[in-house]
């Protein structure tokens, strides 16, 4: 898109620096790429990187909030919830960290800013440990100190011998805490309501339901400023998301226009979500799954200059005598190679194709397998429109090993479309 002058509160031809200068910190949270333009008028063209999400433009003379920018997802929201929902919500939006993005909170659906909420709020609700509380008590036997004198003036001439007034501590929740998650969880069970159709909102209500249950009954009140957050990072943690909540900046909807600025790693989602479907893969071919993050090999220098340390495939899948390494690629190299053909991409995509073939290469070498299959996974751009694979083998002695280019879609559509995709691997990499 395009920024110009009066977008950002600014005139004349001199506020593209100080407009750079003042943003770049906002920009570059959302890896966005700026250049300046003449065509029509001075202007500055930003392009999305690989992140979604909203943060404030400040105007290059007063450094205050003048715009909000919002990088929405290139499948949609809906599909985006639908890999979330099945990623369990591995990888979840960064809030905060600065001032709110004007009409951010509209476009953004709920669920997206709650999950990180609701998270807080587990992690609280599972390590939190009980404390002593002062309780004040009136009790047939004494514990504790007795308030003799209050005893003697309101109860002994009223006949209530037996009833003593009763100050001692009791290891229990502190109240107004556990009172400030309860109203906490009604709100965003309140919230995630209006978005029943969407399967993330389900998901993130069953997951406060169960919260609630957790957090038992008792009072609900709204957190305040003066909320107590001393002891654990789960405290302060959870303080924080039900400000968020209690100041109705964090989540969205249709109370409020401004939002919170936030931002998620896209490609870290596709990773999270080819590993997903790896899994779910693994068994329907005979295969053991190899999970995202389990699998190092390290890089053992003997030199006292060294570089990389290890290599870390995303996923895989092993099966007697065969091996699958499955590299996830948020990039649209194998789109631009069926509509282009190599020589048709610019030097700078030949370049980094280039180094993703080698990585793949690199990690056919990790194991002893006689056939092994290395995978550059990419999604699919058009879910109408689907791109065939493209296979490349290389044969070492006895080893076979083949190289594929292979497409995904970003989220499946139904039940069916997940099982027609499936079926189309199992028989790729039975061939």
Known sequence: MRVEAADVGATGDRWVDPFLEANTTHLTRLGVSTAVDVRRK??????????????????????????????????????????????????????????????????????????????????????????FTERVEV??????????????????????????????????????????????????????????????????????ADLQRMAGEGDARRP?????????????????????????????????????????????????????????????????????????????????????RALIPDSGMRGPGRLVWVDAKYKTHLQLIASKGWSGLTESTRDAHRADLHQALAYAALDEAEHVDSMLVYPEMNADARTQPAVATVASGKRRVRLWLMGLPFGFQTPDHRERTLNQWRERLSA
Do not use: K, Y
Request: glycine share 8%; hydrophobic share 45%; proline share 7%.
């Open 42 to 131: 001075l202007g500055v063209r930003l392009t999305p990187g690989s992140r979604t999400g909203a943060v404030p433009l400040l105007s290059p003379s007063t450094r205050r909030v003048a715009a909000g920018l919002l990088v929405a997802p290139r499948f949609r929201w809906s599909a985006l919830g639908a890999v979330l929902s099945d990623i369990g919500f591995q990888t979840e939006a960064s809030l905060g960290g600065t001032p709110l993005v004007p009409g951010s909170a509209r476009e953004v659906p709920t669920w997206l800013l709650a999950a990180p909420a609701v998270r807080r709020l587990e992690a609280l609700l599972r390590h939190h440990r009980r404390g």
């Open 224 to 308: 305040r400023g003066e909320l107590r957050v001393t002891g654990s990072a789960w405290v302060a943690e959870a303080a924080q998301a039900m400000g968020w909540v209690a100041d109705e900046r964090g989540l969205g909807g249709a109370r409020v226009l401004d939002g919170m600025s936030w931002d998620l790693r896209i490609d870290e989602v596709w990773e999270a979500w080819v590993d997903a479907f790896v899994a779910d893969l693994a068994p329907r071919c005979g295969f053991t799954p190899l999970r995202r993050g389990r699998i190092t090999r390290r890089l053992n220098w003997s030199t006292p200059t060294a570089s990389m």
């Open 139 to 208: 009790r047939q036997s004494p514990r504790g100190r007795v308030d003799w004198p209050r005893w003697a003036r309101t109860d002994v001439p009223s006949g209530r011998w037996t009833s003593l007034p009763c100050h001692f501590t009791e290891l229990d929740d502190d109240p107004d805490l556990m009172a400030a998650v309860r109203w906490t969880l009604g709100r965003l069970d309140e919230d995630l309501a209006s978005f029943h159709e969407a399967l993330p909102a389900r998901l993130l209500r069953e997951r406060v």
